[in-house]
């Protein structure tokens, strides 16, 4: 009993005696929390509420799959987890992670050259290409809350991320104009790929196997910035779909041109008036295959789709804006098309923001289908950041 | 090879130093004109924002990209007071002189005394400035002390013309000094005298001339005014009876009108910067419009 007493205070009085305070960061040895990259965590949610039920054809994933928005109900569409810093006096590493329920993505990871000369910079890893003008743009800047039907359609809901390089060259003038090329791998895009396809006897495309470039251009008037860029983009595209017991497939390219516009107009420190334009134009040449058990039928495929989007936004002050949207999708009957794909689209949303960190938006959305049925759909949206601050360019 | 191909490619192609000045970027009017007083000749100075913007929300527009690109130097107000749009220029403009790890930057918070630095940093207490108060070269003093930074910025990127800046720097010191006398006695009467603010970025001028802010419009930085804490500050009015609102230029005045209506307090536009009324286009400009306003009464 008295061993235990015994062993008990001098078990307290350990815990209890002097703790050494924590040292500050100048004072500690191997800490290395001063280089901890800039983090911030961008999180948004979603209520859709349509009229007409979406479509359960999810073999046709890459048509009728929205990135966001994607349910009807509350969507949880992704936690966009951050991270930057500079890596060395040449390099700064950027890496934006899409956290959802069903799993991490990495939307991009690259590194980007600093210490170049003559206004070149250089970029490599998985990044979402400068193409066009909506397609560099995140998700939480956008101005409505789901993707312009041609970018959807063309390059993918999430836009067209690959792996690969990038060139940019900025000229040495006072206006600003832009050059650039992109060679990226086009192998995991549904939009593009490069795949091999052995029921036709086509091996794997030569990688990378996209390749783009555009340039860019802007002018002030005032306090009116004008912006305008044309972008190319050439693929190859090997494809192959099982649906049930048809097998199709196909082997060829495509190439997008793109030409965009943007004009905005600063009132003052916060409140602008802007209009966005982009149209994209895309061939599509090679052969469709239908595949059965005893017999293979080729077809010779040369399509052509087109479509734009044009949305004005106008920003009362810091806290409140509107914008309205119209948007067409012309498609080529060449090509199969779901009649429930959406080819025309009015948008017009609301937005509040409470601090530059929080945004909720209140869109409502008039869709007609290939097959001219309406579609009205409302959708609700949040998204909320927190960490460093993401400034964001024009 | 034709003679006047090589001629017209050596054109091309040859370094534009032909010109003998520095080209300075710089992020605020008021950093300009410093610059240009220390450099004269021997710079050129870029200046990215619009001294009537408010310098939290300057827009990023491209044409600021191409402003960076040809630049030879940047120098900042730094304090988290250009975080909101600068990195992403730097970035795109690439252009290696420019970026934070070149000896051709110069971030001019790390050589101000700073106050009003906060204890500890949540946004739910607003866009607060970690780093402390960033509006700093409100105080006249602090310019002689800025002036001194950029001439030492500009001697360790082009020592060959350190006798010029030395002695501009003198001579802008020497002249400061007769302006911070007439200063100091214009604002003597001033003494203690208790104001209200939208947003404190005169912190550093009522420090220098023993001015008291004692409330807000914006509830918290960067937050936008709400009615119950208007009707909190009215009531504050109403018993401190301050005589003035200081408002920036770059902020609706509705709020401020509205408390002007029910307290009869009287709205004086404070200009932060060069340019921030058409008026002001110098720096003794800048000064001698806010070491007058209270007397002159500039109600809005």
Redesign the interface.
Known sequence: MKKTILFTTLFTSLLFAEVPPLKPISQRTFAQSQYIPDISLITDFSYLYQNKSLDDNQEHQEHSHAASNANEGFNFNYAELVLSSSVDPYLNLDAVFHFTQEGVEAEEVYFTTTALEYGFEAKGGQFLSDFGRLNAQHHHTWNFSDNALVNNYFLGGEGLSDLGVQLQWLAPLDNYLMFGVEALEGGNETKFSNQEVSDVNVSKATSPSLAIAYVKSSFDIDDTTLMMGLSYIYGAYNNEETHGLDKHAFIGNKSIYGADVTLKHYFDSYSFLSLQSEYLYQDILGDSYDIEPTLTTKTDINANLSGYYTQLVYAYNQNYRVGIRNERLLLDEKLEIETNEITAKNSIMIEYHPSEFSRFRVQYNNAKTFNKTDIHSVIISANIAIGAHSAHAF | MNPLFITILLFLFAPITLLAHLNIAVSYPYIGAITKAIGKDHVKTIVLAKGN??PH?V?????L???L??ADALIMNGA?LE??????LI??????KV???SKNFLNLAHYIPMIQKPTSVD?SQ??VHPEGNPHFHLDPNNITLIAQTVAAFLISIDSEHTSVYETNYNNFEKEWNQHLIRWEVAMRSYNNLQVIQYHDNLAYFNKAYNLKTIGVIEPLP???PSSKHTFQLISLIKKEKPRYIFHDV?H?TKTADYIHNKTGIKVIRMPHDIGALESITSLVGLFDYLTQAIATGDIH
């Open positions: 913007w408010d929300f827009v990023p527009r491209p044409s990209i191409s402003k690109r040809g988290q975080i909101g749009w600068l990195p992403p970035r795109r403009a690439n252009n290696k970026v934070q790890k946004r607003g866009d960067g937050i936008p770059y609706s």
